[in-house]
Nanobody, 124 residues
Framework: QVQPVESGGGLVQAGGSLRLSCSASGRTFKTYTMGWFRQAPGKEREFVAA????????LYTDSVKGRFTISGGNAANTVWLQMNSLKPEDTAVYYC?????????????????WGQGTQVTVSS
């Protein structure tokens, strides 16, 4: 069993930065994929970024490319999401999720374990 726990959300002005952290407690494997998703009010949960601890690769949704960076490793069981040049449309609850495979996937149903989420609010 893996339990992701997010931290680092908050309120920031447009153009600002935030760094989210996800600590994965419990049993984790070097072959896991860790992902970040977000859900805005009235919208479905969507993929943001993922990193494969097993394969070492990363993947981003188009709207955050060049602004967000995912990093972290199995040694510390922690993954970070550095968010720069934030926009009001980035406002959402951000969730950390773990997938028991090194193959990166973007579907919500592809991830096995989820954190409780952390609120990110970007004011204009």
């Amino acid at each position: 069993q893996v339990q992701p726990v997010e931290s680092g959300g908050g309120l920031v002005q447009a153009g600002g930065s935030l760094r989210l952290s996800c600590s994965a407690s419990g049993r984790t494997f070097k072959t896991y994929t860790m992902g970040w998703f977000r859900q805005a009010p009235g919208k479905e949960r969507e993929f943001v970024a993922a990193i494969s601890w097993g394969g070492g690769g990363t993947l981003y949704t188009d709207s955050v490319k060049g602004r967000f960076t995912i990093s972290g490793g199995n040694a510390a069981n922690t993954v970070w999401l550095q968010m720069n040049s934030l926009k009001p449309e980035d406002t959402a609850v951000y969730y950390c999720a773990a997938r028991g495979s090194p193959i990166i996937r973007v579907g919500v149903h592809e991830y096995d374990y989820w954190g409780q989420g952390t609120q990110v609010t970007v004011s204009s």
